[in-house]
T-cell receptor, first 116, second 111 residues
Framework: DTEVTQTPKHLVMGMTNKKSLKCEQHMGHRAMYWYKQKAKKPPELMFVYSYEKLSINESVPSRFSPECPNSSLLNLHLHALQPEDSALYLC???????????????FGQGTRLTVV | QKEVEQDPGPLSVPEGAIVSLNCTYSNSAFQYFMWYRQYSRKGPELLMYTYSSGNKEDGRFTAQVDKSSKYISLFIRDSQPSDSATYLCAMAGYNFNKFYFGSGTKLNVKP
């Protein structure tokens, strides 16, 4: 299994809603990431989890709350979002950085989020 | 100065042409150099990656890294209409916890 699976594929939510994005991989990768991608822009890093611990938070507003319940799962909890948060949210994973021979980043297909 | 610079294009070529896509970077700590392909409304998919300098070939695709010039390239031989997509370069340091993307070059291969 060499896939990163994201659900849902599409999500429409109101500004008062609470929703969660889910990401799953079974490649034994210990680094997982959330990216946000706006139209015609490259993906922007939001969070990095390394060995289930949050290692990087790129000054993301608190209305986005990541969670890594185990080494295969990564969630992004959403609450009180704004219309400008509408974007493609991508999850990615990579093997432990110390292993030079297998360093690859795998992306999921993304969740297209629309905030109304 | 941006960490990674990439010409946004668009780049339009006829089918069968050789395509050259390039990125420059400023951080000499980068060790991993990746090329992603992104079709419209899809997430970026990893095409190729190299570690440190050198060339890597995979079918019609060749990735080159010149660390002395801080310049990387992706060549596509015998380009096909199905190669039409946005190509993003990305780079990371040794521990690979954080990587930087270029802005992407939009490629259009005309039949």
């Amino acid at each position: 299994d060499t896939e990163v699976t994201q659900t849902p594929k599409h999500l429409v939510m109101g500004m008062t809603n609470k929703k969660s994005l889910k990401c799953e991989q079974h490649m034994g990768h210990r680094a997982m990431y959330w990216y946000k991608q706006k139209a015609k822009k490259p993906p922007e890093l939001m969070f990095v989890y390394s060995y289930e611990k949050l290692s990087i938070n790129e000054s993301v507003p608190s209305r986005f709350s990541p969670e890594c319940p185990n080494s295969s799962l990564l969630n992004l909890h959403l609450h009180a979002l704004q219309p400008e948060d509408s974007a493609l949210y991508l999850c990615a994973s990579s093997p432990p950085g110390k292993n030079r021979g297998t360093t690859e980043a795998f992306f999921g297909q993304g969740t297209r989020l629309t905030v109304v | 100065q941006k960490e990674v610079e990439q010409d946004p294009g668009p780049l339009s070529v006829p089918e069968g042409a050789i395509v050259s896509l390039n990125c420059t970077y400023s951080n000499s700590a980068f060790q991993y150099f990746m090329w992603y392909r992104q079709y419209s409304r899809k997430g970026p998919e990893l095409l190729m990656y190299t570690y440190s300098s050198g060339n890597k070939e995979d079918g019609r695709f060749t990735a080159q890294v010149d660390k002395s010039s801080k310049y990387i390239s992706l060549f596509i031989r015998d380009s096909q209409p199905s190669d039409s997509a946005t190509y993003l370069c990305a780079m990371a340091g040794y521990n690979f916890n954080k990587f930087y993307f270029g802005s992407g070059t939009k490629l259009n291969v005309k039949p």
